[in-house]
């Protein structure tokens, strides 16, 4: 079992940045590779990155390359969200969640746990 929690979310104007985190508990977090996903509302949840168990490798999303990224200490059983460059488009509750088995893995159901996200608003 994985239980996650993220932080970090708040208001930034556009152009700004911030850092958000997601805090694992569980023995088992570093053979997990992470992902992040966003949903703003009245849309479907989104695919932000993702980052590999040993976090070598990385993917992003199109939309993100370039400005975000994604970073993890399995000493403190957290994964980080770096987001630069904030567009309103950016507005969305963000969460992490936990994949066990295919890189990358880009889609909801390659993840088995998830975090209950923290809002991220970007005004322009």
């Known amino acids: 079992q994985v239980q996650l929690v993220e932080s970090g979310g708040g208001l930034v104007q556009a152009g700004g940045s911030l850092r958000l985190s997601c805090a694992a508990s569980g023995r088992t977090f570093s053979t997990y590779s992470m992902g992040w996903f966003r949903q703003a509302p009245g849309k479907e949840r989104e695919f932000v990155g993702a980052i590999s168990w040993g976090g070598g490798r990385t993917y992003y999303a199109d939309s993100v390359k370039g400005r975000f990224i994604i970073s993890r200490d399995n000493a403190k059983n957290t994964v980080y969200l770096q987001m630069n460059s904030l567009k309103p488009e950016d507005t969305a509750v963000y969460c992490c969640?936990?994949?066990?088995?295919?890189?990358?893995?880009?889609?909801?159901?390659?993840?088995?746990?998830w975090g209950q996200g923290t809002q991220v608003t970007v005004s322009s």
């Open positions: 969640a936990a994949a066990g088995r295919t890189w990358p893995p880009t889609v909801r159901n390659e993840y088995d746990y």
